[in-house]
């Protein structure tokens, strides 16, 4: 028996609810020597800005127990030189493509959404992800996501720059108190979809002065995170339910490294899953995770991944 595991973005069809997460999937070359960029989900770009963003200097990445700790900011070639360089190129080889957009003011969002569709690489875009997690207002302490005024003027700035079969899919932290009221005005200005991630902050500290690696602070991922990630999608999910919220796709974001972790988000009530971390020791892990989730849908009675986006609630209501 075939298992059906397509899913959608809001106008955007994908053959596979697995998905290549921002910045660890690369540009989509790295993962070619080892996959055919056509057999993901779809890719989400590194998160781009309207203009080229260097690292910051210091340690970057650094492991702990579960996972690793990644810095902040957004390293990248800016939106134009990546439309130009890297959108072609995917498109070439009928690599779906979910651009992550990301900045300091609520313009660059849309300017970034408005400097990819200007690329002849435009149709491989079957949505644009805005990082309000990790994005946060010029002299601001606070990201975009954590105000829900501030998060709907995003996203109604960038559905306006693009095609209406083109969704807009805000990126959430999924643990602070007032997720449903960002949620509820994120689609309120157009939102087609929601992704939902953890945003764990977290710090390794160095081994001292004299050590190879200085302290790394910012944002914890990879296994660790994945009770934090589906704390996030049961409470869209419920909210969709009760209707609080509109009833749209959610994609989940952190602690996928197996099929067993993407099954277990599904049944909480995502219609995707990302893998990010788990690509930095297997490069091959989308298809790992694809094949897995395929097969426990297939033991549990399911021919359609649709048919068990957010079962187990459905369990918890028949008991």
Do not use: Y
Not at 54 to 78: D, M, Q, S
Not at 213 to 227: E, F, K, Q
Not at 285 to 296: F, H, M, N, Y
């Amino acid at each position: 028996m075939t298992v059906d595991l397509s899913t959608s973005l809001g106008g955007a069809r994908l053959p596979a609810a697995v998905l290549a997460a921002s910045g660890c999937g690369g540009t989509g070359r790295e993962l070619a020597r080892f996959v055919e960029p056509a057999s993901l989900g779809a890719l989400v770009t590194p998160s781009l800005t309207s203009r080229p963003q260097p690292a910051l200097p210091g340690p970057r990445l650094a492991e702990t127990p579960g996972g690793v700790v990644v810095a902040p900011g957004a390293p990248n070639t800016g939106a134009d030189r990546f439309a130009a360089d890297e959108l072609p190129w995917l498109h070439e080889r009928r690599c779906r493509v979910v651009v992550s957009a990301t900045g300091s003011t609520q313009g660059e969002f849309a300017d970034v959404a408005a400097r990819v569709r200007a690329s002849t690489g435009f149709p491989a875009v079957v949505g644009v992800e805005l990082d309000l997690v990790a994005s946060a207002p010029e002299a601001a302490g606070r990201p975009f996501g954590s105000d829900p005024v501030l998060a709907g003027k995003v996203v109604a700035l960038v559905r306006e720059r693009l095609p209406r079969d083109v969704p807009v899919v805000p990126k959430l932290a999924g643990s602070p108190p007032g997720l449903v009221d960002v949620a509820r005005a994120c689609l309120k200005g157009g939102a087609e979809a929601l992704t939902v991630t953890p945003a764990i902050v977290a710090d390794v500290p160095g081994p001292g002065p004299a050590g190879p690696v200085g302290d790394v602070a910012g944002t914890l991922c990879g296994p660790a995170v994945l009770p934090a990630t589906a704390h996030g999608v049961r409470r869209l999910h419920r909210a969709m339910a009760d209707g609080r919220l509109r009833t749209v796709p959610v994609l989940a974001s952190g602690g996928v490294s197996t099929g067993a972790d993407a099954f277990r988000l599904v049944l909480a009530g995502a219609s995707g899953v990302q893998v990010g971390t788990a690509l930095l020791a297997d490069p091959r892990a989308v298809q790992t995770v694809q094949a897995g989730l395929a097969d426990l849908l297939q033991r549990h009675g399911f021919t359609r991944l649709r048919d068990a986006v957010g079962a187990a609630h459905h369990q918890d209501r028949s008991r």
